[in-house]
């Protein structure tokens, strides 16, 4: 028996163990859950080594070493576009990918750096330097741990799509812009941060073009979009990247031609793994970095799960959203220990990795051994790449990533929609996209109050009801007559803050004072603190003025916040109905006295 053998089935023995225990989350004997089962922890990587094949680690194979290929000038191109070395894109597309691959909730994800982080990143090191960056970064990934130990994985689906694509197009536009120096080789010895003063200094700097970058970046451009079309398995971006770095190389040294900057011109290519670094952590910098922490960990769930879903549209898999959560976290954590950068899910390369074969996550270790190999042995080979062509790759990410098209159909939706894609779109593109986030989500919550006020209504009724229009009534011309000195108020629709006061100004325009004030509430399927303190209110007023107040149709839920809030003793249990027809004979035991002329009131408890 071969040791290596007898290795690889101990080991694979070994998972399939752990993975078993891990699957069944057996209960103890005092009822106390399995850890694993409780965090809602379950890495797709050790189930797919349970039936594992020959076959299956072949097409994994090829679809890993595609999917490094095509991540090589993407991790380079994101690296330097971000404000640091190229070898760091690398590595965090190496150690992020293999992290996200080895503990992720999805079977095909491939992580690593992606374009939505260029702008936050490169704000971050402006502001506070590459530690500032590395402990952001370390920050977000125990955010992203908490959000996934929470089980909060589901929540970050709500986020509304015009944020989505108010920030996603506001970044393409960002990046688009930060390219036009490479792409044009300009001479700015100082470049400013922000997205008009740019704009200022390209208009000032238009007599430094050189020809030939701007050359050789159109020409990437090309070979990107056209290439496809001749040849399937390789990525345009590498074919470009390929193709005028030798002949750019060519160029300069034998044709004397100047002028196309290089990376190795701007950069020292340090072609190997760093040793793991703890950044240095303090009080101070966590507060000033909460926000910028926050906002790469919100755009990493995003993205993420996004991207995992989308995979799951094609495959037919179902990913585990709180594992992702947990490995994205530890992703980013584990990135920055070697000086990489944030890591998210990347759409593109997963659909790549789906594409060409890739079904387990052993496509995406594969991946990321790929590029280690290819940074340690082919590294000090990217100092030739020219800077312009670079450009040219991040110019077309940026077309890609802007979805015009999605944000033109959006213009067209309601205002409210267009409001948040706006706004949320032109922050993003002024100032940055930690203030587009937050306030892009503030507007949409407040939009959405609104919305949530204008479709709960409240009516007031005295004489009669008619119950024709209710859905739950079958009867013809169904009518409840009301006591006189009584009115009937319904609220239709959710009893939160903003409907309270709603409510509240409604009585109060009223003026009249019944003896009695019947509240339906059959159609409130919640209630709020506010709306809660609101009907305190009311009853208190209610009480100085001699009114009594009795609810009407109570849900079960909104019965349990009254009575845990003390408001049945307030009002009395015996107020508190479970339909109007009780309500209506309550109220009439209160009055007193019932109108000789009004027919008998009704018994139909499905009211």
């Known amino acids: 028996m071969k040791p290596t053998g007898a290795i690889r089935r101990a080991f694979f023995a070994w998972f399939r163990e752990t993975n078993s225990r891990a699957a069944l989350g057996t209960q103890k004997d005092d009822g106390k859950r399995d850890m694993n089962a409780s965090l809602d922890f379950h890495p797709r990587f050790f189930k797919a080594l349970k039936s594992y094949s020959r076959e299956r680690f072949f097409s994994d194979l090829m679809a890993g070493l595609i999917v490094g290929i095509v991540a090589l000038p993407l991790a380079i191109a994101f690296g330097i576009a971000s404000g640091v070395s190229p070898e760091k894109g690398l590595i965090t597309a190496i150690i992020g990918g293999f992290v996200v691959s080895f503990l992720g909730g999805s079977s095909v994800q ?139 190389f060519i160029a300069q040294k034998y044709l004397g031609i100047s002028g196309i900057e290089t990376i190795g011109d701007r950069f020292t290519i340090n072609p190997a793994l760093p040793p793991p670094v703890v950044p240095d952590i303090t009080l101070d910098t966590i507060r000033l970095l909460i926000p910028a922490a926050f906002t790469i960990a919100m755009l990493g769930a995003i993205e993420s799960l996004l991207s995992a879903t989308v995979a799951d549209g094609v495959t037919g898999d179902q990913h585990h959203s709180n594992t992702e959560l947990i490995a994205q976290g530890l992703a980013n954590m584990a990135s920055p220990l070697f000086g990489g950068i944030p890591v998210t899910g990347a759409i593109a390369r997963t659909m790549t990795n789906i594409n060409n074969g890739g079904r387990t996550p052993i496509a995406g270790v594969v991946h990321a051994i790929v590029l280690l190999l290819i940074l340690l042995f082919l590294g000090p080979l990217t100092k030739h790449i020219p800077m312009p062509c670079l450009a040219g790759v991040l110019i077309v990410v940026s077309y890609n990533m802007s979805e015009w098209r999605m944000f033109r159909s959006l213009l067209k939706n309601p205002k409210s929609d267009v409001a948040v894609l706006l706004v949320t779109f032109l922050l993003t593109v002024i100032f940055d996209l930690t203030i587009a986030i937050e306030i892009g989500l503030l507007l949409a919550m407040l939009l959405f109050m609104r919305r949530m006020m204008e479709t709960t209504k409240i009516s007031v009724a005295t004489g009669m009801i008619d119950l024709s229009d209710d859905a739950e009534i079958h009867h013809d011309a169904e009518v409840l007559t009301i006591p006189a000195d009584v009115e009937v108020y319904e609220i239709n629709g959710p009893f939160f803050f903003g409907i309270a006061s709603k409510f509240d100004e409604y009585m109060r325009r009223l003026g009249k004072k019944p003896r009695v004030r019947i509240i339906r509430m059959r159609k409130v399927p919640f209630m709020d603190s506010t709306g809660l303190h609101n009907l305190e209110v009311l009853c208190s007023l209610s009480q100085k003025n001699k009114i009594q107040i009795i609810l009407s149709g109570v849900n079960e839920k909104v019965r349990d916040l009254l009575i845990k809030n003390k408001m049945d003793e307030r009002l009395g249990p015996e107020n508190i109905c479970s339909h109007i027809d009780e309500a209506l004979a309550r109220a009439q035991e209160i009055v007193g006295a019932e109108s000789a002329s009004a027919p008998p009131v009704k018994r139909n408890p499905a009211a």
């Open 110 to 248: 491939i992580g690593g750096p992606t374009g939505a982080f260029i702008v936050i990143i490169y704000g971050i090191i402006e502001n506070f330097g590459v530690s500032g960056l590395a402990v952001a970064t370390f920050m977000a990934g125990i955010f992203l741990i908490l959000i996934g130990v929470l089980k909060l994985g589901s929540v970050i689906k709500f986020v509304p799509y015009p944020i989505i694509v108010g920030f996603t197009s506001g970044i393409a536009l960002t990046i688009f812009t930060t390219q036009i120096k490479d792409l044009f080789g300009m001479t700015i010895d100082k470049m400013p941060a922000d997205f008009i003063s740019k704009w200022a200094i390209y208009a000032q700097s238009l007599g430094s073009i050189s020809p030939w970058s701007l050359v050789t970046g159109v020409l990437s451009v090309a070979i990107i979009v056209l290439s496809p079309r001749f040849i399937k398995k390789i990525p345009g971006s590498l074919v470009a990247i390929v193709v005028m770095t030798l002949a750019v």
